[in-house]
Each structure stands twice: as C-alpha cells, then as structure tokens.
C-alpha cells in the first residue's frame, strides 16, 4: 500500500490515520479536527467499478450507475481517472455521508479506498488482498497490468478462501508462479488454507496494517 500521514481511511465505518512507516491507528472521527492535515481521503464503498478510459466517455451516466448496482439507490457519484492503469474508477457514496465529509474535510482530496490497494504495480503475477472483519478487497496483477479489483463481503476465513480462489481462478494464476502480498487483519486459518493448496506461494504480509492488534 502506498503510506502517508496526511491520509486517512475510512474502513467498515471506522477512521485509521497511518503513521509514516504505515502502522493503522484507530482514531475517533471526533479527534480528527477540520484542520487536521488531511491530503487524501481513502473510503470503502461496495459500489464501485473501473471503466476503461477509451469507453468511459462514450457510456450513459445511467449505464455507469448500473455496473455498481442493478437496484435504484440514492447515491452521489464520484469518478477519478488512473493514469497508470489507462482506465476510471467510478464509485457511490450514500448522500449523508458524503455531505458530511464535505462539511468536515472541505478540502481533503476523496478516493475510493481500492486506490490506496492498487497503486503499487511493479509486478508480474501477484494478488493483493486486505481483509477486513466483514469485507475483503482483492486485486490481482500481471505484467504490471491490473487485472482486476473487487470487493466482497465475508463472514469467516471459509469466505475469503473462496474469494480468493475465485480471483486466482479468473486471473489463471494456476499454473503460474504468482506471490501473494495480505495486508488488514491476521487471519492465520487462512494462511494455512492457502499454504494447503498452494504450498509454494510466497505470502507477504504487512504486519502494521493489522488495526485489530492495537
């Protein structure tokens, strides 16, 4: 993950400010003055798809909304383009809650929080994964490419293991020597699990993105 002390994530309804080697500090929103200096402001939303940029511009603002939820949902809408990757992140956020972060942090740059996962690409074959308590982001990578990103809920290690699964199969990391890079809670059941199946993939895990060994 890309590290700084002038960010600040909003995970599963918490905020974390990051100190500058990386380590998650829990922090209440209340001790997280306006003029605290807040760069960029990383928030998990389930809606979000990456368009490419080439057919970005030429797909109705309905069909956009559609790629993040068949449902009618009472969302404002953001998009940032990623150079690196040629392609545009388009995301919801509930009105409310933006509304809020607005009158709190006017000048905070916001970015949905698969940004902060995929901005590293210096790579060939690698899946990133960040495993919170009830969701888990996974991104996989080729060729210092971004295949693809999602985000999906969970219940327990069983559910990440799918998940995980199901990228690798997508991504045809089978028969390929690809490593993994965890950060977010350790979950040692699924360590194990993955080491089952894959007993010569190299797993690194970011020790300090773990909030929950506070």
């Known amino acids: 993950m890309k590290y700084s002390p002038s960010d600040t994530y909003i995970f599963e309804n918490n905020f974390f400010r990051l100190s500058e080697s990386g380590f998650w500090k829990l922090t209440k ?12 402001l990383y928030i998990d939303s389930p809606y979000f798809t990456l368009i490419p940029n080439e057919l970005a511009s030429h797909i109705p603002l309905d069909e956009k ?10 969302l ?18 509930d009105k409310e809650i933006l509304n809020a972060i607005k ?9 949905h929080f698969c940004e ?7 790579f060939d074959f690698k899946l990133k994964y960040f495993l919170g308590e009830k969701c ?16 999906f809920n969970i219940e327990n290690s ?6 995980l699964l199901s990228v690798i199969k997508e991504s045809k990391f089978i028969n390929e020597p690809f490593t993994i890079e965890h950060s977010g809670i350790e979950d040692k059941t699924l360590f194990s699990k993955i080491k089952d199946i894959f007993p010569n993939v190299e797993i690194q895990y970011d020790q300090q993105s773990n909030f929950k060994n506070l």
Request: hydrophobic share 35%; aromatic share 14%.
């Open 103 to 111: 009158n709190k942090f006017p000048t905070a740059n916001l970015k």
């Open 116 to 122: 902060s996962i995929i901005w590293s690409s210096n």
């Open 65 to 74: 909304k559609r790629f993040i939820s068949n449902q009618e949902i009472d």
């Open 136 to 151: 888990i982001y996974i991104a996989s990578f080729n060729n210092k490419k971004l295949i693809l990103v999602n985000r």
């Open 76 to 93: 404002n809408y953001l998009e940032d383009k990623i150079s690196k990757y040629q392609t545009m992140i388009f995301w919801g956020i």
């Open 158 to 163: 069983e559910d990440s293991l799918y998940f």
């Open 29 to 40: 929103e209340s001790e997280i003055k306006a003029s605290s200096k807040i760069e960029t």
